[in-house]
T-cell receptor, first 112, second 112 residues
Framework: KQEVTQIPAALSVPEGENLVLNCSFT??????LQWFRQDPGKGLTSLLL?????REQTSGRLNASLDKSSGRSTLYIAASQPGDSATYLC???????????FGGGTRLMVKP | KAGVTQTPRYLIKTRGQQVTLSCSPI?????VSWYQQTPGQGLQFLFE???????NKGNFPGRFSGRQFSNSRSEMNVSTLELGDSALYLC???????????FGQGTRLTVV
């Protein structure tokens, strides 16, 4: 059974810092991995999708990497801004027809 | 292009009642999945429908059911509501199996 863990559970940084969020998974035979952002009381916004054959994906100030063999993914946020404050969730899909298995999320606060 | 639309956004129901939640996927998307989010359990998979057929089902009691219509819209039904069913119910759509998942804003269900 796939298990996904995100460390740290919460993070507070001053504006402008570069930061890294971590995601680990127990079963390395994944199909893809997706990073989401969730604002309080809202739905999930897809940030990046990494297919199992890819090593990284970039979108603006966000860069996600994937190391399947070690069961790890990182989300790098450059030059953080207060508007980046949210909960970041990582989710793994084991095959195309399977569900997403989510980590517990990292709650990020960026202070002005 | 409209995103995933969930209705209603908020619901308050009494224990023992039943409830139906609706999800309209992004146009052209054939897969709809449902997830339950609670503070204690995080995001848990309920079921997924693809072309009107249930493909996968999570570990929830039979009180939770769903269906998908020919236009890909999906409904989720919970019968005999319990206090523990209070949660944010999220719907996700994807164009086909293996594609990126996009989530709606969720339906906040409160059972009193």
């Amino acid at each position: 059974k796939q298990e996904v863990t995100q460390i740290p559970a919460a993070l507070s940084v001053p504006e402008g810092e570069n930061l890294v969020l971590n995601c680990s998974f127990t079963d390395s035979a994944i199909y893809n991995l997706q990073w989401f952002r969730q604002d309080p009381g809202k739905g999930l916004t897809s940030l990046l999708l990494i297919q199992s054959s890819q090593r990284e994906q970039t979108s603006g100030r966000l860069n996600a990497s994937l190391d399947k063999s070690s069961g790890r993914s990182t989300l790098y946020i450059a030059a953080s801004q207060p508007g980046d404050s949210a909960t970041y969730l990582c989710a793994v899909r084991n095959n195309a027809g399977n569900m997403l298995t989510f980590g517990g999320g990292t709650r990020l606060m960026v202070k002005p | 292009k409209a995103g995933v639309t969930q209705t209603p956004r908020y619901l308050i129901k009494t224990r023992g009642q039943q409830v139906t939640l609706s999800c309209s996927p992004i146009s052209g998307h054939r897969s709809v999945s449902w997830y339950q989010q609670t503070p204690g359990q995080g995001l848990q998979f309920l079921f997924e429908y693809f072309s009107e057929t249930q493909r996968n089902k999570g570990n929830f009691p039979g009180r939770f059911s769903g269906r998908q219509f020919s236009n890909s819209r999906s409904e989720m039904n919970v019968s005999t509501l319990e206090l523990g069913d209070s949660a944010l119910y999220l719907c996700a759509s994807r164009q086909n199996l293996g594609a990126e998942a996009f989530f709606g804003q969720g339906t906040r269900l409160t059972v009193v």
